[in-house]
Nanobody, 123 residues
Framework: VQLQASGGGLVQIGGSLRVSCEAS????????MGWFRQAPGKEREFVAA????????RYADAVWGRCTISRDNAKKTVNLQMNSLKPEDTAVYYC?????????????????WGQGTLVTVSS
């Protein structure tokens, strides 16, 4: 699976932004899609994940209630809608694909990664 992330940019504190990830290639090998982020000087961390088939979602505590992950199976696209953005949300956001039905919060569960898109939250 090849992944192409897009939609990053500069947004004000409290604003909203949507990042998207388009998958191409052998989608049947992908059971779920996840979003991770890496802030400057920090390790990459899990943000959210969604199953292509069931739509079941998982969220990190840090974004619970502020982010919504969704998928469009026809377009092979996964979106992450982020609201009430904070400066600590500033990071490069990566989408990733996993063939697993579990452990979606772990980086090692994913076998394909997109190139990342930068989200900057500033006043």
């Amino acid at each position: 699976v090849q992944l192409q992330a897009s939609g990053g940019g500069l947004v004000q504190i409290g604003g909203s932004l949507r990042v998207s990830c388009e998958a191409s290639g052998r989608k049947p090998s992908s059971y779920a899609m996840g979003w991770f982020r890496q802030a400057p000087g920090k390790e990459r961390e899990f943000v959210a994940a969604i199953s292509w088939s069931t739509g079941i979602t998982r969220y990190a505590d840090a974004v619970w209630g502020r982010c919504t992950i969704s998928r469009d199976n026809a377009k092979k696209t996964v979106n992450l809608q982020m609201n009430s953005l904070k400066p600590e949300d500033t990071a490069v956001y990566y989408c990733a694909s996993t063939p697993l039905h579990f452990q979606w919060s772990l980086e090692r569960s994913y076998n394909s990664w997109g190139q990342g898109t930068l989200v900057t939250v500033s006043s």
